[in-house]
């Protein structure tokens, strides 16, 4: 098993641009997630999915968009990049049996917007 | 809000030493609490969760609601303990089994 897998590992993206990050999954987890990571920060829940097809917005949604077309595949999109968006970015992903609460991580995206 | 604390940015100590990795929390209600850690060029991995009462590569925890802290001991540190740790607890609510993360505690343990 490949576990999580994310792409790109690295990006630059200059102000106004859009672009995707991509994450998937072959362990058949109901649950995905999205988080980010800032300079002396924990890492804040961007966006959630509890199943194909099922989004909800975490901590800090704005500026971000998902979809869940498939259990495996949990796409971020960034409608109109700002500097305030360069940050690292981690996908996960738990089984969703109540209680589980593992959650696996990817290796994460490392985003500059100049 | 719930929120997780973590005073030490940075911590080093010598190998063969005792290390405490502070976490403190603020939660509404009976918190689940659990420490993940994240090795140089490795993923975030979960090391250990309170329920579970296991010690994990020598490290333990516990919960103590009085002081709302969450500390992780070790009695002896290795070389191959230095790694970010991050103390983290669910979100409450309908969040998807997600989590609250603290900052981070960089472990630096020297030979």
């Known amino acids: 098993n490949a576990g999580v897998t994310q792409t790109p590992k690295f990006q630059v993206l200059k102000t106004g641009q859009s672009m995707t990050l991509q994450c998937a999954q072959d362990m058949n987890h109901e649950y995905m997630s999205w988080y980010r990571q800032d300079p002396g920060m924990g890492l804040r829940l961007i966006h959630y999915s509890v199943g194909a097809g099922i989004t909800d917005q975490g901590e800090v949604p704005n500026g971000y968009n998902v979809s869940r077309s498939t259990t495996e595949d949990f796409p971020l999109r960034l409608l109109s990049a700002a500097p305030s968006q360069t940050s690292v970015y981690f996908c996960?992903?738990?089984?969703?049996?109540?209680?589980?609460?593992?959650?696996?991580f990817g290796p994460g995206t490392r985003l500059t917007v100049t | 809000a719930q929120r997780v604390t973590q005073p030490e940015k940075l911590l080093s100590v010598f190998k063969g030493a005792p290390v405490e990795l502070k976490c403190n929390y603020s939660?509404?209600?009976?918190?689940?609490l659990f420490w993940y850690v994240q090795y140089s060029r490795q993923r975030l991995q979960l090391l250990l969760r309170h329920i579970s009462r296991e010690s994990i590569k020598g490290f333990t925890a516990d919960l103590n609601k009085g002081e709302t802290s969450f500390h992780l001991k070790k009695p002896f540190a290795q070389e191959e303990d230095s790694a970010m740790y991050y103390c983290a607890l669910p979100y409450p609510g309908d969040y998807g089994q997600n989590f609250v993360f603290g900052p981070g505690t960089r472990l630096s343990v020297l030979p």
């Open positions: 996960a992903s738990s089984p969703s049996e109540t209680g589980a609460y593992e959650q696996y």
């Open positions: 939660y509404s209600g009976s918190p689940e």
